[in-house]
T-cell receptor
Framework: SQQGEEDPQALSIQEGENATMNCSYKTSINNLQWYRQNSGRGLVHLILIRSNEREKHSGRLRVTLDTSKKSSSLLITASRAADTASYFCATDLNNAGNMLTFGGGTRLMVKP | DVKVTQSSRYLVKRTGEKVFLECVQD?????MFWYRQDPGLGLRLIYFSYDVKMKEKGDIPEGYSVSREKKERFSLILESASTNQTSMYLC?????????FGSGTRLTVV
């Protein structure tokens, strides 16, 4: 069952612009993760933020987490055409054992 | 680098056939998962396994079974393939916190 919901479902921007994707979830989490999926391929882990962290950076990626609002955002700065992909948030719930719960994803298109 | 390998990228099978989708990981991970992904429905968990010979149903196990005889291999079985099982199938194994996914198998049942 899906716990995280991303918005927007689709996003189209020009190369060089920033892309922001949001994820909301419903129950307490241990951590929240973001994954990327190129068309027709598997998902690739991008970044993890723990429940006691508020912000994390990795290269051009910036993730924030607001546990009071049960939401996270993924910012990709200075986007490139190669960033075109679907992006998924996944929550690691307190009571879910070793299972992640994935959202429906945001399809990002970066136009050259 | 860690690896999860799915045996086929594309597969076409006939209705009623028994289909085996294989997934192998080289990381000695205990937890492995099978998902299917359909447009508009996201990733849906079919089955998972937390150890050899152990399996648990996910959200949509109907029409599927699994086998985990060795730690590195987790097989998804479609007992009698149907057209509504046409989908992208993704296998994953869990490291400390996250998943490593295979490249996916796009299965078409005709």
């Amino acid at each position: 069952s899906q716990q995280g919901e991303e918005d927007p479902q689709a996003l189209s921007i020009q190369e060089g612009e920033n892309a922001t994707m949001n994820c909301s979830y419903k129950t307490s989490i241990n951590n929240l993760q973001w994954y990327r999926q190129n068309s027709g391929r598997g998902l690739v882990h991008l970044i993890l933020i723990r429940s006691n962290e508020r912000e994390k950076h990795s290269g051009r990626l910036r993730v924030t987490l607001d546990t009071s609002k049960k939401s996270s955002s993924l910012l990709i700065t200075a986007s490139r055409a190669a960033d075109t992909a679907s992006y998924f948030c996944a929550t690691d719930l307190n009571n879910a054992g070793n299972m992640l719960t994935f959202g429906g994803g945001t399809r990002l298109m970066v136009k050259p | 680098d860690v690896k999860v390998t799915q045996s086929s990228r594309y597969l076409v099978k006939r209705t009623g056939e028994k289909v085996f989708l294989e997934c192998v990981q080289d990381m000695d991970h205990e937890n492995m998962f099978w998902y299917r992904q359909d447009p508009g429905l996201g990733l849906r968990l079919i089955y998972f396994s937390y150890d050899v010979k152990m399996k648990e149903k996910g959200d949509i196990p109907e029409g599927y079974s699994v086998s985990r005889e060795k730690k590195e291999r987790f097989s998804l079985i479609l007992e009698s393939a149907s057209t509504n099982q046409t989908s992208m199938y993704l296998c994953a194994s869990r490291w400390n916190y996250g998943y490593t996914f295979g490249s996916g198998t796009r299965l078409t049942v005709v």
